[in-house]
């Protein structure tokens, strides 16, 4: 498998395995010197709940690492076009910025960016960033290393990142959250399953009245019945 390159040092980026939500796992490409993740396209959705908590973990590990600003411009590892910057907003409310290639070959997201998709990193109020500036003057940006002076702006001029914070709270609540996710997608809900074969067995009872009943109709029922429990669970796992 050929390394891929980061799209702001050009150097080769550590591959590292998470499990994908239907099956198989999904290989994500890791810059730590410049705190990038490279997603080829859909990858970032593609992530089990419980994965995104390894990566957290795994991210987790490496905060204090030294960090060098983002080139400009950053370039595609597939075709070396210039990445566009995108603005976007996630699920639990939070804007976070990354950058695509038109091509759709994928993005690049810092990993600030990352967690505060995910829900791990609080954006600060205009309020909290005022009462911030008084003791703090000039904060590196967490979305492309750039420094920002808070006394004079509450986003970064350079990318255009808000203002954010690994907010202990908020890291708690998003683990809560994926935490939750990851046991309901591995554990079958048992009465859901029996819903599930007993519609099952009513269709197929209907259907056999409309016909005549073979001899061996009790193993038939026996085995079909245990069929329908496999492949609910199955189709459960799948999700």
């Avoid at 210039?82 to 804007?95: E, F, M, N, Q, T």
């Avoid at 911030?132 to 808070?150: E, F």
């Amino acid at each position: 498998m050929q390394p891929t390159t980061c799209p702001s040092c050009r150097k080769p980026m550590s591959k590292h395995r998470f499990e994908r939500l239907l099956h198989g796992e999904i290989i994500l490409d890791l810059c730590f010197e410049c705190q990038g993740i490279w997603f080829d396209e859909f990858e970032s959705v593609q992530i089990t709940p419980g994965g995104i908590i390894e990566l957290f973990k795994l991210l987790h590990e490496h905060r204090d690492d030294q960090r060098q600003p983002l080139a400009d411009p950053l370039r595609c590892p597939r075709c070396s076009e210039k990445l566009i910057h995108g603005l976007d907003v996630a699920k639990h409310g939070g804007k976070f910025n990354y950058h695509r290639c038109l091509q759709k070959h994928g993005r690049f997201s810092t990993f600030a960016q990352f967690m505060i998709e995910k829900g791990f990193v609080r954006q600060l109020s205009n309020a909290e960033i005022d009462d911030l500036a008084v003791k703090v003057g000039t904060i590196r940006c967490n979305g492309c290393g750039a420094p920002v002076d808070i006394r004079r702006d509450h986003a970064c001029t350079h990318c255009r990142s808000p203002i954010a914070i690994l907010d202990p709270q908020a890291v708690e609540q998003a683990l809560a959250r994926f935490q939750h996710a990851e046991v309901k997608r591995t554990t079958a809900d048992v009465e859901a399953l029996g819903d599930a074969i007993v519609m099952r067995e009513r269709e197929k009872s209907r259907l056999k009245r409309q016909k005549p009943e073979p001899e061996n109709a009790g193993i038939i029922d026996a085995i079909d019945l245990l069929s329908a429990g496999a492949e609910f669970v199955w189709n459960l796992i799948r999700r």
